[in-house]
């Protein structure tokens, strides 16, 4: 079955960058969404990212402006930019890919955001 791994986590100072990975361990075919999600402790995950099909970007209010999603198809990577991270980003970041058949939804690991000075 193929696996998705998630890179690129840390500890930041506030107004920093990270740039977060997702790799696909191999090919998966019918996708109908893509995305990075995060949970805080206490807090049920939430969708950061989204790209769905027909290549519909979607972000939450909190990191407009600020994140980037990106994928590149040729590596089967996707990709979280970052910017102007603040204390309240802190969290792990999941990614994850939707699929038209079983199992229907693919989730990494899960990578750990700490913004703190």
């Known amino acids: 079955q193929v696996q998705l791994v998630e890179s690129g986590g840390g500890l930041v100072q506030p107004g920093g960058s990270l740039r977060l990975s997702c790799a696909a361990s191999?090919?998966?075919?019918?996708?109908?969404?893509m995305g990075w999600y995060r949970q805080a402790p206490g807090i049920q995950r939430e969708a950061v990212a989204t790209?769905?099909?027909?290549?519909?970007?979607e972000y939450a209010d909190s990191v407009k402006g600020r994140f980037t999603i990106s994928r590149d198809n040729a590596k089967n990577t996707l990709y979280l930019q970052m910017n102007s991270l603040k204390p309240e980003d802190t969290a792990v970041y999941f990614c994850?890919?939707?699929?038209?058949?079983?199992?229907?939804?693919?989730w990494g690991q899960g990578t750990q955001v700490t913004v703190s000075s």
């Open positions: 994850h890919v939707g699929t038209d058949h079983r199992p229907y939804d693919y």
């Open positions: 191999g090919t998966i075919f019918s996708i109908n969404a």
């Open positions: 790209i769905s099909r027909g290549e519909i970007v």
